[in-house]
T-cell receptor
């Protein structure tokens, strides 16, 4: 089975540009999580969805960040406008019903110049 | 809010030696996950512990959760270069399928 798929794997952009990160969860999983990893703060939750519905977005830094899950097999995380402090690795993870292991994608390494 | 503290932050061991990584929580844990991460890659699931006193093993890696469910340890026996990477512990915020809170990680290097 394919794992969690993320694209792009690397993104380099200039400050002020819009960035869209994409995630395809494992088929059959009903929970999807977006995390961000930085050297200073480690791995932190941004937002998570259950059955395509956003449950907790308290980790989203600012209004510049938005996330959607239009269907069970696709989610996007958008940053508009991007800033250098957004540079980080962004991970998507998915899990099934109940207490289930979260499986992580390979991440998107974002660099904002 | 819950915090997980890992120790040590980094570790350099000679190939063949045993090592232990610890993860301590500020609150009682609903469960505890161990992941391994290599640079530039995602997190690889190792083990999940849920019950106090639980112990699980996979190949040369053993993880334990203490009876009070506030501390976990990861033990590697006869370390190999393939064990090198960053080990992260993560704990669910609550019962059920909830986001994980992570420790800052332990960076392990294994030298020949």
């Amino acid at each position: 089975d394919a794992g969690v798929i993320q694209s792009p794997r690397h993104e380099v952009t200039e400050m002020g540009q819009e960035v869209t990160l994409r995630c395809k969860p494992i088929s059959g999983h009903n929970s999807l999580f977006w995390y961000r990893q930085t050297m200073m703060r480690g791995l932190e939750l941004l937002i998570y969805f259950n059955n395509n519905v956003p449950i907790d977005d308290s980790g989203m830094p600012e209004d510049r960040f938005s996330a959607k899950m239009p269907n069970a097999s696709f989610s996007t995380l958008k940053i508009q406008p991007s800033e250098p402090r957004d540079s980080a690795v962004y991970f998507c993870a998915s899990s099934g019903t109940g207490v289930d292991t979260q499986y992580f994608g390979p991440g998107t390494r974002l660099t904002v110049l | 809010s819950q915090e997980l503290e890992q120790s040590p932050q980094s570790l350099i061991v000679q190939e063949g030696k045993n090592l232990t990584i610890n993860c301590t929580s500020s609150k009682t844990l609903y469960g505890l996950y161990w992941y391994k991460q290599k640079y530039g890659e995602g997190l690889i699931f190792l083990m999940m512990l849920q019950k106090g006193g639980e112990e699980k093993s996979h190949e040369k890696i053993t993880a334990k959760l203490d009876e009070k469910k506030q501390q976990s340890s990861l033990h590697i026996t006869a370390s190999q270069p393939s064990h090198a990477g960053i080990y992260l512990c993560g704990a669910p915020r609550g019962s059920g399928n909830t986001p994980l809170v992570f420790g800052k990680g332990t960076r392990l290097s294994v030298i020949a």
